[in-house]
C-alpha cells in the first residue's frame, strides 16, 4: 500500500555536504513520524534523525549539529541535510515512515510501518 523511495546518496568528501531525499507514496491519509536510520558495515543500525507531523525533531547523538531533518508534508517527503560529513558517517541510509493508509477500495484504514530500499552515503577523500 506505501512504498518509500529515497535518492540523494553519493560519495562526498570530508567536511562535505550531502542531502537526502525520502518520497511516500500510495493510499496514505497521514504520516504520523518520518525517521532516517543508518547502518554501516559489521555494525548495528543506528538511528539518526526522526520528525513528528507536529515537526518536532529528534538526532542521535553522534550526527547533532550537524545534520537536520525537515519533511514537506504536501509531499509526504522527508529531507536530511547533511553537513560536515566525516569517513564515519559512510553506511546506507535508510528512510522509515508510520504510516496511516487507506485500503484498496477506500472503505477501511490501516496503521503501517515501512522502510525505503536505501541509499549508499560514502565519505572519502
Known amino acids: 500500500q506505501v512504498q518509500l523511495v529515497e535518492s540523494g546518496g553519493g560519495l562526498v568528501k570530508p567536511g562535505g555536504s550531502l542531502t537526502l531525499s525520502c518520497a511516500a507514496s500510495?493510499?496514505?491519509?497521514?504520516?504520523?513520524?518520518m525517521a532516517w536510520h543508518r547502518q554501516a558495515p559489521g555494525k548495528q543500525r543506528e538511528l539518526v534523525a526522526t520528525?513528528?507531523?507536529?515537526?518536532?525533531?529528534n538526532y542521535g547523538d553522534s550526527v547533532k549539529g550537524r545534520f537536520t531533518i525537515s519533511r514537506d508534508s504536501a509531499k509526504n517527503t522527508v529531507y536530511l541535510q547533511m553537513n560536515g560529513l566525516k569517513p564515519e558517517d559512510t553506511a546506507v541510509y535508510s528512510c522509515?515512515?508510520?504510516?496511516?493508509?487507506?485500503?484498496?477500495?477506500?472503505?477501511?484504514?490501516?496503521?503501517?510501518?515501512?522502510w525505503g530500499q536505501g541509499t549508499q552515503v560514502t565519505v572519502s577523500s
Open positions: 522509515n515512515a508510520d504510516v496511516g493508509y487507506y485500503s484498496a477500495n477506500y472503505n477501511l484504514r490501516g496503521r503501517g510501518n515501512y
Open positions: 500510495g493510499r496514505i491519509f497521514s504520516i504520523y513520524v
Open positions: 520528525i513528528t507531523s507536529d515537526g518536532t525533531t
